[in-house]
Structures are given as C-alpha cells and as structure tokens.
C-alpha cells in the first residue's frame, strides 16, 4: 500500500528573534511528489512546496524530509500524473543546498527543545523545515554544510538527537 506525506508548514529562516516563513517559500504556487520505491514494492511519497518556473519545470521550495538527491532551491523536471498531481522525474539543476535531518526520538525533553534547535541552526544560516516536533529538515548553502556537520555531531554526542546527510543518494526515482 502507498503511504503518501505532504509537509505541514512552510520553510523557516530566522528573523531576529524568532523563525518565519522565507519568501521564497511562501511563494510556493504548488507541490511536486517524489516517489521512494521500497523493496516490497510499495511506494513512499513526498511531497514538496515548489515554484513553477516553466513548462514541466520547478523549484522546490521546502527542505526534504525523506526522499534522498534533492535539495532546497533544486530544479526539477516535472510530468502530470493520471490523477493531475506534478510528479517529480530528475533533478535538472542542483541549487548549492545541503540538506540535514534530525531526528529528536522519543525523549519528551528533547522532543519539547525542538524550537531552541531549530532555532539554533536557523541563527547558523540553515533553513527549517520543522515535520514535527521529533523531526526537523535543514538546508544550508553547500559551503556551510561543514560547519552543520561537525556541530550536529557535537550535539548527536553530547543528546540523543540523531541526524542524517540528505544529499548522498545520485538520483531522483
């Protein structure tokens, strides 16, 4: 059976003093589906607020939470399904974004601490893209991702956050 999971809110970047929406992602005018095959054959799928930016063609606007290859800013070629939804088909450009998820588990106290973290990366540069209270999707510029990277594991060492590379996989299915 298809499991299939649109994002709650719009991408977050700090303001001052707290996290609001960017403008580049309030203005989203629609939402693409990826599509996560798995190895029972039943398919995952994800879908991402995004700018048309041409025939067949848009940028994705929210930062992924589960599908692999795709980033923030990204461009990506589009078909229409049967049933009238945009469905991702490759990445035509990439957007100089590096993606992060953490993963704040079932720790009520961290699970509560999930606006300091985010805002804590935000005030770092990285979008957010807040899934729940126990799962937070960052975008930074590619040449702050090594930054990102050592303090998540700082942190991963330090609580029981736990958190994952979103970029490695080579493309989109």
């Known amino acids: 059976m298809s499991e299939y999971?649109?994002?709650?809110s719009r991408t977050a970047e700090w303001a001052g003093s707290s996290l609001v929406p960017t403008q580049s992602a309030s203005d989203a005018d629609t939402e693409v589906w990826f599509a996560l095959p798995s190895d029972s054959g039943d398919v995952f799928w994800e879908a991402l607020n995004a700018k048309t930016i041409g025939p067949d063609l848009v940028q994705v606007r929210a930062v992924p939470a589960w599908v692999?290859?795709?980033?923030?800013?990204?461009?990506?070629?589009?078909?229409?399904?049967?049933?009238?939804?945009l469905?991702?088909?490759s990445v035509s450009e990439h957007g100089?974004?590096?993606?992060?998820?953490?993963w704040l588990g079932e720790d009520p106290d961290l699970?509560?601490?999930?606006?300091?973290i985010?805002?804590?990366?935000?005030?770092?540069?990285?979008?957010?893209?807040?899934?729940s209270e126990n799962l937070i999707?960052?975008?930074?510029?590619?040449?702050?991702a090594p930054l990102i990277r050592d303090l998540l594991i700082h942190e991963e060492q330090a609580t029981a956050l736990m958190w994952e590379d979103g970029t490695p996989a080579s493309s989109v299915r």
């Open 137 to 144: 999707a960052l975008s930074c510029p590619v040449e702050n």
């Open 87 to 89: 469905v991702a088909t």
């Open 118 to 131: 985010a805002g804590r990366y935000a005030q770092r540069g990285c979008l957010v893209d807040a899934i």
């Open 96 to 102: 100089n974004q590096a993606t992060f998820r953490l």
């Open 5 to 8: 999971r649109q994002h709650p």
């Open 111 to 116: 699970a509560a601490a999930w606006r300091s």
């Open 68 to 85: 692999y290859g795709v980033n923030y800013d990204d461009t990506v070629a589009t078909v229409r399904s049967a049933e009238g939804s």
